[in-house]
Nanobody, 115 residues
Framework: QVQLVESGGGLVQPGGSLTLSCAASGFLFNDYAMSWYRQAPGKEREFVGTITTTHTTNYARPVKGRFTISRDNTENTARLEMNNLSPDDTVVYYC?????????WGQGTRVTVSS
């Protein structure tokens, strides 16, 4: 059974940092690129960033320089380190695995940036 389980969301003050994790199981993690998306209420899900199987990363402009994606193939886990957070980053974050014609979504974890 394929599972992507996000964790690490919560409340953080503006300017603060938070790291999200995505624990994968049920598929060959090493063979899949891992991406993060986010979605605000009433808006479309938007791309945040991705890390390929060779650890190449790419980020959306709004988060570039503030967010860092990493992966640990020994733990089957992808992470999204978020720094200098603003209220605009208050959304639900989803991890997404894609490769070999297959793709999977996690259930999402909510991040709230507020003082």
């Amino acid at each position: 059974q394929v599972q992507l389980v996000e964790s690490g969301g919560g409340l953080v003050q503006p300017g603060g940092s938070l790291t999200l994790s995505c624990a994968a199981s049920g598929f060959l993690f090493n063979d899949y690129a891992m991406s993060w998306y986010r979605q605000a209420p009433g808006k479309e899900r938007e791309f945040v960033g991705t890390i390929t199987t060779t650890h190449t990363t790419n980020y959306a402009r709004p988060v570039k320089g503030r967010f860092t994606i990493s992966r640990d193939n020994t733990e089957n886990t992808a992470r999204l380190e978020m720094n200098n957070l603003s209220p605009d980053d208050t959304v639900v974050y989803y991890c997404f695995a894609w490769g070999g014609g297959q793709n999977y979504w996690g259930q999402g974890t909510r991040v709230t940036v507020s003082s």
